[in-house]
């Protein structure tokens, strides 16, 4: 009776030893996961496909995977704002996402945010364009990380608040890069735009979509500033990113007693947003509903896939997960 109740005790010993040792085995292989993942934050989650199945209609159980995360982790940023057709949507996109949505991004989708994010930091700081547009998104984006660290606690953030902070304090130093940029005068002797006619300098500056841009344009020359203040020039303007209907509440006249373009679009600009323009767009296919960019290729059974692609705005991509 001893003999047997020394085994049982001996085996009750060996068998705790054999959960220790396994339980100790699936933390060790937990923190290995955890260290590598950790140690590649700065590649993005790759997938072989670049597309995702995403259908408006469905609830949030039916979609599965299909979150705003997962879109953004499968759909190949990082390779887009390669793309100077693609760059500006992007731009748009993660300012938008910076507003509103970083929350309900997973953690690994935040890592790819901030990875992207970068990248197009970097891009801006090499070729010394977009600056203006680059300013204003990571200022978006800390205004909103410092609402969101003040609710810490209500699990608002993924991961440790430490973390978060030195992505603010990141921010703030690329914030101080873009403020440091010295543009150089490139050393080239050839025809300028101010050699250009008259005629050819404000066909130019009519393709200019952006207000400001034509402000920026005004300063470089006292020539310039005369054309950047045509009342044409504003016109049409106003017309494009505006309707009639907005800009009949917004009239404003000149000491002349003639229309002020100039600040009616100013003003309009305060009031509504501008209509947004972009070179390429991410596509959703009517038929199968998949999203892409335009020219990947996805497993459509149309007859005729490029009559069924719907081009969206970065706002309605994000519409897509909303539920």
Known sequence: MRRAAACYRNKEVYNKENLFNSLNYDVAAKKR????????????????????????????ERHGYCTLGEAFNRLDFSTAILDSRRFNYV?????????????????????????????????????????????????????????????????????????????????????????????????????TFTDLPLCLQLNIMQRLSDGRDLVSLGQVAPNLHVLSEDRLL?????????SERQIRKRLILSDKGQLDWKKMYFK????????EQYGDTLQLCKHCHILSWKGTDHPCTANNPESCSVSLSPQDFINLFKF
């Not at 996961?33 to 949030?60: A, C, P, R």
């Not at 504003?234 to 990113?241: E, G, P, S, T, V």
Request: glycine fraction near 4%.
């Open 33 to 60: 996961k955890k260290d590598m993942l950790n140690s590649k934050t700065k590649t993005q989650y790759f997938h072989q496909e670049k597309w995702i199945y995403v259908h408006k209609g469905s609830t949030k």
């Open 268 to 275: 309009l600009v305060r009031c509504y947003p501008r209509k």
């Open 234 to 242: 504003w016109k049409r303007l106003c017309l494009y990113h505006f």
């Open 91 to 191: 731009v748009r996109l993660l300012e938008l996402i910076a507003k509103s949505q970083l929350t309900s991004l997973s953690g690994i989708a935040q890592k790819n945010f901030m990875n992207i994010l970068e990248k197009v930091v970097l891009k801006v700081l090499e070729d010394q364009q977009n600056i203006r547009l680059i300013r204003e998104l990571l200022q978006t984006l800390y205004t909103s990380l410092c609402t969101l660290v003040q609710r810490v606690g209500k699990c608002v953030l993924v991961g440790n608040i430490n973390m978060w902070v030195y992505r603010m304090e990141t921010i703030l130093h690329w914030q101080q890069q873009l403020n440091n940029i010295q543009i150089t005068r490139p050393a080239f002797k050839g025809l």
